[in-house]
């Protein structure tokens, strides 16, 4: 019995920290934006594409502030969803800018090419 009664003290802390890790930890939609967003600020590309990098920031510093103020709300989530599919825009703003810089260039140096005929038989 004195055993039961040594070792409930230690099962009622580890319950609490139990509890306290899961509180502490972040919802899954803010972790997806957290990693969207770096992946957006290391992309090589993303100074092609500064303001969209900037208001996926901005969207996660709201998704952030949502989570510290309403943990696990509607409102947080929606706003990690928000941050998330803005640096997702970023990414994709980039890749765009870049392929019409690329074919710009291509269409100039295809321009600069002398025109060969070609005989018809």
Known sequence: MSRARAAA???MALALAGCASSAAAPP???LTARAAVVQA???PLSPLA???L????EALAVA???QRERPRS???RD???VARRRAQCSLLSSLVRANQSALVRARLTAARRPQTRRNAP
């Open 9 to 11: 003290p230690l099962a």
């Open 28 to 30: 899954p939609e803010l």
């Open 41 to 43: 600020q290391e992309s």
């Open 50 to 52: 500064i303001a969209e």
């Open 54 to 57: 900037r208001q996926a920031e």
């Open 64 to 66: 952030e502030r949502e």
């Open 74 to 76: 509607a409102t947080a």
């Open 79 to 81: 706003a990690a969803y």
